[in-house]
């Protein structure tokens, strides 16, 4: 698997509008696009730092994996995101590594990217995806 950069570290937060302050206000990062992604019930905000992104989740349902995450561990850093050129190729070589896999092929995500987690119990704790943009 040929990773390319860090595309973006995903942070959860409970109010995109509450964080704006401090990432516009305080950073000096200019937020450029925010998208809700209706299948993953999560609202995306995006900043970037030269060739990475941050990416604040904000649940847009109390069933989402991230409204989830907040109520047990508090807003905070998520998951860290990875290019490569081929998610579905990466996923065959991490699991024939043994690497346990959250998403079995790739899935549609914020950006337009392909994307796929996987589990944190494989990769040290720290929720990993993959994601490919779009040729």
């Keep these: 698997m040929e990773i390319t950069h860090i595309e973006h570290i995903g942070i ?3 109010s995109i509008e509450e ?3 401090y990432y516009e206000g305080v950073l000096g990062l200019k937020c450029y696009n925010v998208e809700t992604v209706e299948d993953q019930k999560v609202k995306t905000a995006f ?3 030269g060739q990475t992104k941050i990416e604040l989740l904000e649940p847009t349902s109390e069933e989402s994996t991230i409204a989830k995450f907040i109520e047990k ?4 850093i998520h998951h860290i995101a990875y290019a ?9 070589e ?4 043994g690497v346990r896999l959250i998403d079995q092929q790739a899935r549609g995500g914020a950006e337009g990217l392909s994307i ?6 494989s990769t040290g704790s720290v929720l990993t995806e993959l ?4 040729e």
């Design 12 to 14: 959860a937060v409970k």
């Design 19 to 21: 964080q704006l302050p």
């Design 47 to 49: 900043f970037k730092i």
């Design 73 to 76: 561990r508090g807003e905070g």
């Design 84 to 92: 490569t050129k081929d998610v579905n190729e990466a996923l065959k």
């Design 94 to 97: 991490v699991e024939s590594k």
């Design 116 to 121: 796929a987690f996987l589990h944190p119990k």
């Design 131 to 134: 994601c490919e943009h779009p």
